[in-house]
T-cell receptor
Framework: QKEVEQNSGPLSVPEGAIASLNCTYS??????FFWYRQYSGKSPELIMS????GDKEDGRFTAQLNKASQYVSLLIRDSQPSDSATYLC?????????????FGTGTKLQVIP | DTEVTQTPKHLVMGMTNKKSLKCEQH?????MYWYKQKAKKPPELMFV???????INESVPSRFSPECPNSSLLNLHLHALQPEDSALYLC???????????FGQGTRLTVV
C-alpha cells in the first residue's frame, strides 16, 4: 500500500460545479495534512492545511479530514477554469524517528468552461 | 511574506561540471528541504535540514551534496551528474519539520 494515495485523474468538472478531490493515507499516526496546487511547469503552492477531524473552509476551498478512515479531501466550490491544475495531497509521516512530508501522485483537475 | 527564493531558475550543465543551486528564506523557518521533481510525478524528498543540521538524507547519490550555511540559506552542490538527473529541483521551508511548507519557484536543471 502506498503511503499517500490519490486518483491521478483527470477529473473533469464544468465551470461553476463543485470539484471533489480525495486522498487516503497509510500511517494512523499522521497529524498534519496539506493540499498543494501545482500548475504545469510551476512549483507547488500551498492552499490548505488541516490538522483536526472535520471541515476547514477558506474561501471556495474546504478541506475535510477523517482520521478514523484515514481520509482527507478537498472541495472546490464554483470551480473556475483557472483552477485547472494538479492537486497534490501531502501527509506528515513519521519515518525512522523523523517527521517527513510525503506527497501523493496528484490529481489533475480540468475545469471545462 | 511566504517567499522562498531559488537561484538560478534554469541551469544547463555538462556531466563533468560542478554547479550549485541556492535557496534563501527570511521567514525564520528552521526546517528547509530539497525536493526533486520529474515530469508528471510528485515532488520526491531528497534532504531535510532541521535547525541547520541534516536530519534526513533519502539515500541520495553522493553527486548531490547539500549544505546549510545558516538558518536562512540552503545550497545543493552538484558534481558529475547524469542526464537522468535532469529535473525540477525545489527548495522548501517550514517553521518546523512537519509543518506546512512553502516552496520556491524551482530550478529547472538539464544535464547534457
Amino acid at each position: 500500500q502506498k503511503e499517500v494515495e490519490q486518483n491521478s485523474g483527470p477529473l473533469s468538472v464544468p465551470e461553476g460545479a463543485i470539484a471533489s478531490l480525495n486522498c487516503t493515507y497509510s500511517d494512523r499516526g499522521s497529524q498534519s495534512f496539506f493540499w498543494y496546487r501545482q500548475y504545469s511547469g510551476k512549483s507547488p503552492e500551498l492552499i490548505m492545511s488541516i490538522y483536526s477531524n472535520g471541515d476547514k473552509e477558506d474561501g471556495r476551498f474546504t478541506a475535510q479530514l477523517n482520521k478514523a478512515s484515514q481520509y482527507v479531501s478537498l472541495l472546490i466550490r464554483d470551480s473556475q477554469p483557472s483552477d485547472s491544475a494538479t492537486y497534490l495531497c501531502a501527509v506528515n509521516l513519521y519515518s525512522g524517528g523523523y517527521q517527513k512530508v510525503t506527497f501523493g501522485t496528484g490529481t489533475k483537475l480540468q475545469v471545462i468552461p | 511574506d511566504t517567499e522562498v527564493t531559488q537561484t538560478p531558475k534554469h541551469l544547463v550543465m555538462g556531466m563533468t561540471n560542478k554547479k550549485s543551486l541556492k535557496c534563501e528564506q527570511h521567514m525564520g523557518h528552521r526546517a528547509m528541504y530539497w525536493y526533486k521533481q520529474k515530469a508528471k510525478k510528485p515532488p520526491e524528498l531528497m534532504f531535510v535540514y532541521s535547525y541547520e543540521k541534516l536530519s534526513i538524507n533519502e539515500s541520495v547519490p553522493s553527486r548531490f551534496s547539500p549544505e546549510c550555511p545558516n538558518s536562512s540559506l540552503l545550497n545543493l552542490h552538484l558534481h558529475a551528474l547524469q542526464p537522468e538527473d535532469s529535473a525540477l529541483y525545489l527548495c522548501a521551508s517550514s517553521r518546523l519539520t512537519g509543518a506546512e511548507a512553502f516552496f520556491g519557484q524551482g530550478t529547472r536543471l538539464t544535464v547534457v
